[in-house]
């Protein structure tokens, strides 16, 4: 593994290791460091912020196990609720950090891709498409958090097809004429 790579991984483990017993936004980069005894000048050469740092950790645990593209939309759907499932308490601490390059945001930019591809066969010649596409990320990504948060009670494949089935009951809407 290139020397980045190795980097980038102490840094996420140091980071996970503090967010078991602190919430996220009581962490500094300066404590990520600490912990790893690394230098705050090697942390921004790999990361903008400590929410660049959760995203990667997302992004790697996730993208990098399932390749999402190879697919359907119903087991990515099914796949990410298991994830979370199984890494919930990193997640919920993960979550309750909102704003400007905070999971919660990352989060919605990588539902869209996959919400966009499922409504394109029913909106495709839309002119509205995008808020379609918009308004049911914001749906998928608010129940996904708010599950998460309450501590993933509904089995991951049938949390799954609820949200899947929402998907699809709104696509057979048929939008009237103005």
């Keep these: 593994m290139a020397e980045s790579g190795v980097t980038k991984k102490v840094l996420a483990y140091a980071l996970k290791n503090l967010m078991e017993t602190r919430p996220l936004n009581k962490i500094t980069v300066g404590d990520i460091c600490e912990a790893c005894d690394m230098n705050r000048k090697s942390f921004y050469y790999h990361f903008q912020d400590k929410y660049d ?16 593209e190879r697919t359907s939309s119903a087991d990515a759907l099914v796949r990410l609720c298991e994830f979370f499932e199984k890494n919930r308490e990193f997640y919920r601490n993960a979550l309750k950090q909102q704003g400007q390059n905070s999971f919660y945001e990352y989060l919605g930019e990588v539902i869209t891709p996959v919400i966009s591809s499922r409504l394109s066969p029913f909106f495709s010649r839309d002119p ?11 749906t998928y990504r608010d129940a996904i958090v ?9 089995p991951p494949k049938t949390f799954a097809r609820l949200l899947y089935n929402a998907a699809n009951v709104m696509s057979k809407l048929k939008p009237s004429n103005e």
């Design 146 to 154: 708010r599950w998460v948060m309450e501590g993933c009670k509904i």
């Design 53 to 68: 740092l959760v995203n990667w950790i997302f992004y790697t645990e996730f993208f990098d196990e399932f390749q999402v």
């Design 128 to 138: 509205y498409r995008e808020f379609y596409t918009d308004l049911l990320m914001h």
